[in-house]
Every structure is written in C-alpha cells, then in structure tokens.
C-alpha cells in the first residue's frame, strides 16, 4: 500500500469519528480549541490502538487466507464503506434534549466509550492491513494522526455547521474505503 493509499484510508477511517465530533461540538456548544484537542487526543489515540489489535488478529490468520487475502482486504473494507455510506444515508432524529445538555459528555471516560464506539471499524481495517505490505506503527500513527486532526475540526466546526456535514462525511469516508479495497483487489490479481 503506497503512502497516498494509507493518508487517504487514515482518513476515511477518521470520517466517522468525524461526524460524531461534529454531533459533539453542537451538544457542547462554544468550545475552546484546547478542549477540542484534547478531545481530538482522545479518538486519536484510541483510533490508532484499534487498528493495531486487528493487525495482530490478521497476522494469527494471515497464513490461513495467504492466497486470497487480496479479497479479504476487498471485502472487508467494502463492507466497512457500505457500511458508513448507509450511516450516513440513514436519517438522522437527533439527540434529545437531555443527552445534549449531559455535563458527563466531557468525561475522559465518556469521551473514551463514544471513540471506542466510532473505532471498530479501524479494527477491521487493522485486520485487513495485516493482509498487505504496510508498517502498521506507521498506518496505526497517520490514523491516529488524522483523527486527531478531524475530531479537533469537527469539535470546533460543530456549532457553525451542524450534524448535516457530518453526515455527508461517513459516505465521502465509504466510498474512499470502498475504492482503496478495490485497488488492493486489482493490483493483486492484475500484477
């Protein structure tokens, strides 16, 4: 996987993260951007983590699928792209007034649960880079990286813009896993 290739799934795998920090920054109303970065050092973090775990559980199965990993790593982050294109497709009620107005909403262990939440899908991908020829501390730090970097926007941009962009950014997120999965299908069996 080439250097574009891991700047651009590090960024689709930020994308939800993304739009939850947008959900967030509205609930949380003005933001100062220190409070946003570290909220952004949190998903990050855990972001980077998770990809890591699913590594190490593709390692254990990688020479049980070495001839058709290409189609594992397809498959799994076209489920994964259809997945949050249909998050983001999916209308969206809000949240009640109460959860908006939660003070527990800045907790660490809060804020922990709801990146946990949003980084499962970075396990599965970490599962699929065990199948492809990457430094997963390099892939695992770009992720961590760029959802630092989105969830630190997307806490400051909340109030201005609303869940709306959020939305649009899981489906941008999907199809840009879904294009890197068919790319690694395609140089796999072309050559």
Do not use: C, Q
Request: charged share 15%; net charge neutral; no cysteine.
């Amino acid at each position: 996987m080439n250097f574009l290739s891991l700047v651009g799934l590090a960024f689709a795998m930020s994308t939800d993260a993304f739009a939850a920090s947008i959900g967030r920054g509205v609930s949380l109303g003005r933001t100062h951007l220190v409070e946003a970065l570290r909220i952004g050092i949190i998903f990050g973090t855990v972001e980077a983590i998770t990809p890591v775990i699913g590594w190490g559980l593709g390692m254990a199965a990688n020479r049980l699928v070495s001839n058709w990993d290409h189609w594992v790593a397809f498959a799994l982050l076209s489920m994964l792209g259809l997945s949050m294109i249909y998050k983001g497709l999916k209308s969206d009620g809000g949240e009640p007034e109460d959860e908006k107005k939660d003070a527990g909403s800045k907790s660490v262990p809060f804020l922990a649960l709801t990146a946990i939440a949003t980084s499962i899908d970075a396990m599965a991908v970490g599962i699929t880079l065990a199948f492809t020829d990457v430094n997963i501390l390099v892939a695992a730090a770009i992720i961590g990286l760029a959802t630092t970097l989105m969830v630190t926007i997307g806490i400051m941009l909340g109030r201005a813009i609303g869940s709306l962009v959020g939305k649009r950014a899981e489906i941008v997120g999907g199809l840009v896993l879904i294009g890197i999965g068919t790319w690694i299908a395609y140089v796999s069996v072309v050559g």
